[in-house]
T-cell receptor
């Protein structure tokens, strides 16, 4: 179990640029979640996948945000035309999603985005 | 989605027990209660979860009120490594967690 891996750890970009983050979940975890966290706040849910299917998107996720999980393995989160308000820590988590639905989430250490 | 309410911060002496309260009065009958903790520059770490009965594991104990509208996380002997932000969350049928602002736990030697 190597844990959930997120890359890059830090990203600095200029307003208006596009950025893409990658998440590699724990092997054989069916469910993958994206959260966003700003300073002093708890993580906010963005979206999640069951295998390759994106099942829910938060109202927080504007049209500039898109997430994919091809083949149900790794996932990418893309932000187009970044704004300063997008500056945050982007967290990825995965879970087994099998059997009962209460399996714990395993979080990565996040990608910190700074938009200048 | 159930909203959780926690105190902003709590302080404890090392090797003393810590009781962290959480209110989740709007929780639905099928939602689980989860607790996570987070150290600076790290992602949240799972601590414990439960539905109706009290739960124990190597990290902590979870006491759930009979009406499920509140719960308490118990750290039996706080260590300096337990200093973190502790989040009480609820989990829907798809495992989606709704986090509040959490409780900052400070442990003094």
């Amino acid at each position: 179990d190597t844990g959930v891996s997120q890359n890059p750890r830090h990203k600095i970009t200029k307003r208006g640029q596009n950025v893409t983050f990658r998440c590699d979940p724990i092997s054989e975890h069916n469910r993958l979640y994206w959260y966003r966290q700003t300073l002093g706040q708890g993580p906010e849910f963005l979206t999640y996948f069951q295998n390759e299917a994106q099942l829910e998107k938060s109202r927080l996720l504007s049209d500039r945000f898109s997430a994919e999980r091809p083949k149900g393995s790794f996932s990418t989160l893309e932000i187009q035309r970044t704004e300063q308000g997008d500056s945050a820590m982007y967290l990825c988590a995965s879970s087994t999603g099998q059997g009962s639905y209460n399996s714990p989430l395993h979080f990565g250490n996040g990608t910190r985005l700074t938009v200048t | 989605d159930a909203k959780t309410t926690q105190p902003n911060s709590m302080e404890s002496n090392e090797e003393e027990p810590v009781h962290l309260p959480c209110n989740h009065s709007t929780i639905s009958g099928t939602d689980y209660i989860h607790w996570y903790r987070q150290l600076p520059s790290q992602g949240p770490e799972y601590v414990i979860h439960g539905l109706t009965s009290n739960v124990n594991n190597r990290m902590a104990s979870l006491a759930i009120a009979e009406d499920r509208k509140s719960s308490t996380l118990i750290l039996h002997r706080a260590t300096l490594r337990d200093a973190a932000v502790y989040y009480c969350t609820t989990s829907d049928s798809w495992g989606k967690l709704q986090f509040g602002a959490g409780t900052q736990v400070v442990v003094t030697p």
